[in-house]
T-cell receptor, first 111, second 111 residues
Framework: AQRVTQPEKLLSVFKGAPVELKCNYSYSGSPELFWYVQYSRQRLQLLLRHISRESIKGFTADLNKGETSFHLKKPFAQEEDSAMYYCALTGGGTSYGKLTFGQGTILTVHP | DTGVSQNPRHKITKRGQNVTFRCDPISEHNRLYWYRQTLGQGPEFLTYFQNEAQLEKSRLLSDRFSAERPKGSFSTLEIQRTEQGDSAMYLC?????????FGPGTRLTVL
């Protein structure tokens, strides 16, 4: 069974501080990992996916297959980063696209 | 094209009543997904369509739930004989490749 775990429900940092949102997964195969973000009163949207290896809004995430982790990092947090963040994975084959989400982490960046 | 739309945005019903939600995906997106999200949890996969074919259904989708996507365009999700445990946010997403675009959701409250 596939599972995504985000151990922190809440994370608070001050503006300019580094931030790391943790994500661990369980999947028997090669999953594709994503981070989705939901800003206040907005819909859920894709932040980044591990395959594209890009930095979006200063965030990066590296897939560590040995530790089965996909932590989201940003060196200098901004107030506008305050949001709910979800880690998600999908498998291959006919189930590709079916997303399994973690419980989410609420990030609050204080001024 | 303003993205994925869902109607109604809110629905309050009495236990035992039937409800139907509609999702209009982004034009030409061939995949459409339904998720359910309860308070404090990440979205949970319910079912998805590729064009008009329903390819997978979650075990969460009891016999009281049915989804359709006639002609491969909009989709409907019907819940028969609603129960209080059905109270949740029902999210729809569509995609043509790797990125799923989410709608604003329909919040169902069963009294």
């Amino acid at each position: 069974a596939q599972r995504v775990t985000q151990p922190e429900k809440l994370l608070s940092v001050f503006k300019g501080a580094p931030v790391e949102l943790k994500c661990n997964y369980s999947y028997s195969g090669s999953p594709e990992l994503f981070w989705y973000v939901q800003y206040s009163r907005q819909r859920l949207q894709l932040l980044l996916r591990h395959i594209s290896r890009e930095s979006i809004k200063g965030f990066t995430a590296d897939l560590n297959k040995g530790e089965t982790s996909f932590h989201l990092k940003k060196p200098f947090a901004q107030e506008e980063d305050s949001a709910m963040y979800y880690c998600a994975l999908t498998g291959g084959g006919t189930s590709y696209g079916k997303l399994t989400f973690g419980q989410g982490t609420i990030l609050t960046v204080h001024p | 094209d303003t993205g994925v739309s869902q109607n109604p945005r809110h629905k309050i019903t009495k236990r035992g009543q039937n409800v139907t939600f509609r999702c209009d995906p982004i034009s030409e997106h061939n995949r459409l997904y339904w998720y359910r999200q309860t308070l404090g949890q990440g979205p949970e996969f319910l079912t998805y369509f590729q064009n008009e074919a329903q390819l997978e259904k979650s075990r969460l989708l009891s016999d009281r739930f049915s989804a359709e996507r006639p002609k491969g365009s909009f989709s409907t999700l019907e819940i028969q004989r609603t129960e209080q445990g059905d109270s949740a946010m029902y999210l729809c997403a569509s995609s043509s490749a790797h990125t799923q675009y989410f709608g604003p959701g329909t919040r169902l409250t069963v009294l």
